[in-house]
């Protein structure tokens, strides 16, 4: 069965860290991998998505791809309160993703 | 610009009860899905579409059923309600395969 396994947390950083959030997969076929938040109530929305391996950067936020060893991050800089919210891991190929049960993010201010 | 559009937003349903859960996208997408989201668990597959007149079953489609009559419309329908489906129903529409999902506001849904 495919599967994505993230840590459910809550993970807990101090405002101005590093946040960073873990995802492995089982599928060695999937072939693109997407970091969305969720606020509590809300919909998910996308922060990153990864299609090949090593770091992509985007503002505060770096994802990071390891087809070998199957996992991929999401490291979060200069950590602030409204980043606080739920991460859900997605990877796929085709038409499907298989989704991660999210790690609860909290930044302490 | 709407975006995807979920009707309704709550709704509490008896046990053997049907009902139909709305998703509308006006982006021209051809790509759209319906999830459920159980507390604390990862989005889980029900059914999805790649164009007009064409579904197919995801991870959890027993107990639902949904038709694409035109690109702008997916329907989810829910017969003979049972409480493990109670759960948040999201709709979502994309462009393309392994591209960003547009999601609706969600529904949830109660039965009981």
């Known amino acids: 069965q495919k599967e994505v396994e993230q840590n459910s947390g809550p993970l807990s950083v101090p405002e101005g860290a590093i946040a960073s959030l873990n995802c492995t997969y089982s599928?060695?076929?999937?072939?693109?991998f997407f970091w969305y938040r969720q606020y509590s109530g809300k919909s998910p929305e996308l922060i990153m998505f990864?299609?090949s391996n090593g770091d992509k950067e985007d503002g505060r936020f770096t994802a990071q791809l390891n087809k070998a060893s199957q996992y991929v991050s999401l490291l979060i800089r200069d950590s602030q309160p409204s980043d606080s919210a739920t991460y859900l891991c997605?990877?796929?190929?085709?038409?499907?993703?298989?989704w991660g049960a999210g790690t609860k993010l909290i930044i302490k201010p | 610009n709407a975006g995807v559009t979920q009707t309704p937003k709550f709704r509490i349903l008896k046990i053997g009860q049907s009902m139909t859960l709305q998703c509308a996208q006006d982006?021209?997408?051809?790509?759209m899905y319906w999830y459920r989201q159980d507390p604390g668990m990862g989005l889980k597959l029900i059914y999805y579409?790649?164009?007009?007149?064409?579904?197919d079953k995801g991870e959890v489609p027993n107990g639902y059923n949904v038709s694409r009559s035109t690109t702008e419309d997916f329907p989810l329908r829910l017969e003979l309600a049972a409480p493990s489906q109670t759960s948040v129903y999201f709709c979502?529409?994309?462009?393309?395969?392994?591209?960003?999902?547009?999601f609706g506001s969600g529904t949830q849904l109660s039965v009981l």
């Open positions: 979502a529409s994309t462009t393309g395969s392994g591209e960003k999902l547009f």
């Open positions: 982006m021209n997408h051809n790509y």
């Open positions: 579409s790649v164009g007009a007149g064409i579904t």
């Open positions: 599928d060695r076929g999937s072939q693109s």
């Open positions: 990864i299609y």
């Open positions: 997605a990877g796929g190929g085709n038409y499907q993703l298989i």
